[in-house]
């Protein structure tokens, strides 16, 4: 008897696989069917960040007030006036101050905070909490609870100087060149400790015990515990928040603005500040706006080493 092979495969269909998968034929509706899916996300990119920013550097490249219909081109005209402009070379310089002791601070002060609240406590949760909140309040509550601290006549600071003896000390805070621009970095540093302390508690729950028990064993100290496995173990953490830290750094706006508005005179300038100043104030928004340009090139340049780092890990 001569067994009868059926082919039960519906017509129409293609081949069957090894795994059994019908292969189905690539036709060019299906090869744009994933673009069809990127459109939306594409089209809102597009048209709130790509045109945004092309128009932006346009008007760099104009000589407008931000309120006339008539733009006049000048090249790079704006761009050669900042090298010229005193008051940037100020505001720069603060934006490099800030950049070093905001992103120091925050990382050590945070680095610790997690090291110490990584143990297994009854209260390591609500201390967690009470130092990340500082970083979820709108920075501009935050500019008005420190710029009432730093009062010269009610103020808190001076009142308890004033209280325990050290009446010397008192000052007036945000109204002096020498010590304006450091008064409005503590509460930055204060709002930026959060951050760290997450991402660093985080990694350090990552960190497989034994390590430590090891090292315990051969008779290794917790400070040599700490800079032998917790602070290698970290490295990939330590370059996130560097480059997050260094970029948030170039963007600094609101808690400058809203404690001292750039005063007392330039001292507490930043490029966000007196890129505000010039488009709003000033109504040169064609310089203004070339000085918008080069923070977010500076901003770009910072992020692209993390990028890559991110690109490459995946």
């Known amino acids: 008897m001569i067994a009868q092979t059926i082919d039960r495969t ?11 998968a019908t292969a189905r034929p690539s036709t060019p509706r299906l090869r744009l069917l994933p673009f069809a899916f990127a459109a939306p996300a594409l089209l809102l990119y597009l048209g709130f960040l790509v045109w945004p920013a092309l128009q932006a550097l346009w008007i760099s490249l104009t000589d407008w007030d931000g309120l006339s219909d008539q733009q006049s081109f000048i090249g790079l005209g704006n761009y050669a006036a900042m090298l010229e402009d005193p008051v940037v070379g100020i505001a720069a ?17 945070g ?6 609240l990584n143990r297994k406590s009854r209260t390591s949760p609500v201390l967690r909490t009470i130092f990340y909140a500082p970083a979820v ?14 009062d010269p006549s009610d103020g808190a600071i001076n009142t308890i100087l004033g209280a325990v003896g050290l009446s010397g000390l008192e000052q007036a805070w945000l109204g002096q060149d020498s010590t304006a621009l450091w008064s409005v970095m503590i509460p930055a540093v204060w709002v930026r400790t959060g951050f760290p302390m997450l991402l660093y508690l985080a ?6 015990d034994e390590l ?10 917790r400070w040599q515990q700490f800079w032998r496995i917790t602070v290698p173990s970290l490295k990939d953490t330590h370059y996130i928040v560097l480059a997050l830290s260094l970029i948030e750094s170039f963007k600094v706006f609101d808690l400058v ?11 507490t300038q930043v490029m966000g500040t007196w890129m505000y100043a010039n488009v709003f104030q000033y109504f040169e928004a064609g310089y203004g706006t070339a000085i918008a340009v080069v923070i977010t090139l500076v901003a770009i340049a910072a992020g692209i080493p993390y990028v890559r780092s991110q690109v490459k890990s995946s």
């Open 203 to 208: 990694a350090l729950q990552s960190i497989p």
């Open 137 to 150: 309040l709108p920075l501009v509550s935050i500019a008005s609870i420190w710029a009432w601290l730093y």
């Open 257 to 267: 603005y809203a404690m001292t508005y750039g005063g007392p005179g330039y001292s």
């Open 93 to 109: 310089w603060n934006n490099v101050l800030w950049a070093l002791v905001t992103i120091a601070l925050p990382m050590t002060l």
């Open 10 to 20: 519906p017509r129409g269909a293609g081949p069957v696989g090894a795994s059994g």
């Open 111 to 116: 680095l610790l905070l997690a090291v110490v």
């Open 212 to 221: 430590y028990e090891a090292a315990s064993m051969d008779g290794a100290t």
